[in-house]
């Protein structure tokens, strides 16, 4: 059971790291469609990065519940807890090296990303194999954590908040509009 685990977790982290890398130009690519702009990213702030991770984590999630649910009862709410672990490491490690450089550096922003994954789905291993969050209302708050994320990334990227974490460092604006 663990080996499988460890499998499902190892290509979760892949087709994440993947479907991030591709998700950054999809809206490029698409020619600014609205509907690529719900899972892609906008423009170059810190948010659209994040949401970069989040939309792989939130479609494996949904896979591996169905798969891995009956196994692991706790799989929403490790999730959940993964997901905005994974989602943290972002703007911490982001804002820490540039803060330590004074300017970033693209082969270290996409490190970023990577190591970002990985702790989610190094979390997510680590707490479902010892069967932690296994309450019921855990599992709700799981699912709604989950939901409420996928919610605030669309919506904020429609209707962002004139926050640093929501600005484009490349042209200054927000959301949608850059």
């Given at each position: 059971?663990?080996?499988?685990?460890?499998?499902?977790?190892?290509?979760?982290?892949?087709?994440?790291?993947?479907?991030?890398?591709?998700?950054?130009?999809?809206?490029?690519?698409?020619?600014?469609?609205?509907?690529?702009?719900?899972?892609?990213?906008?423009?170059?702030?810190?948010?659209?990065?994040?949401?970069?991770?989040?939309?792989?984590?939130?479609?494996?999630?949904?896979?591996?519940?169905?798969?891995?649910?009956?196994?692991?009862?706790?799989?929403?709410?490790?999730?959940?807890?993964?997901?905005?672990?994974?989602?943290?490491?972002?703007?911490?490690?982001?804002?820490?090296?540039?803060?330590?450089?004074?300017?970033?550096?693209?082969?270290?922003?996409?490190?970023?990303?990577f190591l970002a994954d990985l702790g989610a789905f190094w979390l997510d291993f680590c707490l479902l194999r010892r069967g932690r969050l296994s309450e019921p209302w855990q599992q709700v708050a799981g699912l709604a954590v989950l939901w409420a994320l996928a919610f605030c990334f669309v919506w904020?990227?429609?209707?962002?908040?004139?926050?640093?974490?929501?600005?484009?460092?490349?042209?200054?604006?927000?959301?949608?509009?850059?």
């Amino acid at each position: 059971m663990r080996k499988r685990l460890f499998f499902w977790e190892l290509g979760g982290f892949l087709f994440a790291a993947a479907a991030g890398v591709l998700l950054h130009f999809t809206y490029d690519w698409s020619g600014g469609n609205v509907l690529a702009a719900v899972f892609s990213a906008v423009n170059e702030s810190t948010w659209e990065h994040m949401k970069l991770l989040f939309f792989p984590l939130f479609l494996c999630a949904l896979v591996e519940m169905c798969v891995l649910g009956k196994n692991y009862p706790n799989f929403p709410a490790v999730r959940a807890v993964s997901t905005l672990a994974g989602l943290a490491l972002i703007p911490v490690l982001y804002y820490t090296y540039t803060g330590v450089l004074g300017r970033h550096l693209l082969w270290a922003d996409i490190a970023v990303f990577f190591l970002a994954d990985l702790g989610a789905f190094w979390l997510d291993f680590c707490l479902l194999r010892r069967g932690r969050l296994s309450e019921p209302w855990q599992q709700v708050a799981g699912l709604a954590v989950l939901w409420a994320l996928a919610f605030c990334f669309v919506w904020c990227t429609f209707r962002p908040p004139y926050v640093a974490l929501w600005q484009d460092p490349v042209t200054g604006l927000y959301g949608i509009s850059s």
